[in-house]
């Protein structure tokens, strides 16, 4: 049986394709099959600018700054740690893993800075984003930082994207 998740995507700013919309799906599923998630999962999408960014994560995180990505995970998982069907909604029988608010904006200047596509950019700043839902953290220089790295890797290997 195939696995489907719902991925809706809401965009406040003009200029993101159907083609950027279809790899932003294409990346959130490879990212949760990369991750063994199995279950049915939900994953909200929400496309800005800096401007919009910059509000999201000073209301939400209280740090006054633009940033490229942001996510809000529904769920406390561990890396590695996969979501049951206990977390799936009743009514839609799907996981809520949670939601990303996205740069577009963002995902242009570091596309041109890292001299890399933008498609290369967006799947990595959605994968960064899933990783992010599923528990993975960056918060050391350490080991931590180092597994989602590996992960990352892994995800935009198998999407075609690597470094």
């Known amino acids: 049986m195939r696995t489907t998740h719902d991925i809706p995507i809401e965009t406040e ?14 990346t ?18 929400f496309i800005t600018d800096d401007d919009g960014i910059h509000r999201i994560n000073r209301e ?3 740090v006054d700054a633009p940033t490229d990505v942001l996510s809000f995970p529904a769920l406390e998982l561990r890396p590695g740690e ?8 009743p009514g839609t029988r799907l996981v809520p893993l949670g939601d990303m608010a ?5 995902v242009s200047a570091q596309a041109k800075e890292y001299g890399h596509s933008k498609s290369r950019e967006l799947a990595y700043l959605v994968t960064h ?6 528990g993975y953290d960056h918060l050391d220089e350490g080991p931590q ?14 999407l075609e994207l690597p470094r």
């Open 13 to 26: 700013v003009e200029g993101v394709s159907d083609r950027a919309k279809a790899l932003i799906r294409r």
């Open 28 to 45: 959130v599923r490879t990212a949760l099959e990369c991750e063994g998630v199995t279950l049915p999962c939900e994953v909200d999408v």
């Open 60 to 62: 939400q995180r209280d």
């Open 82 to 89: 996969k979501p049951t069907e206990d977390d799936a909604d």
């Open 102 to 106: 996205l740069s577009y904006e963002r």
């Open 129 to 134: 984003s899933v990783l992010h839902l599923l």
């Open 145 to 158: 930082k180092a597994l989602m790295r590996e992960h990352e890797e892994i995800i935009m290997e198998k």
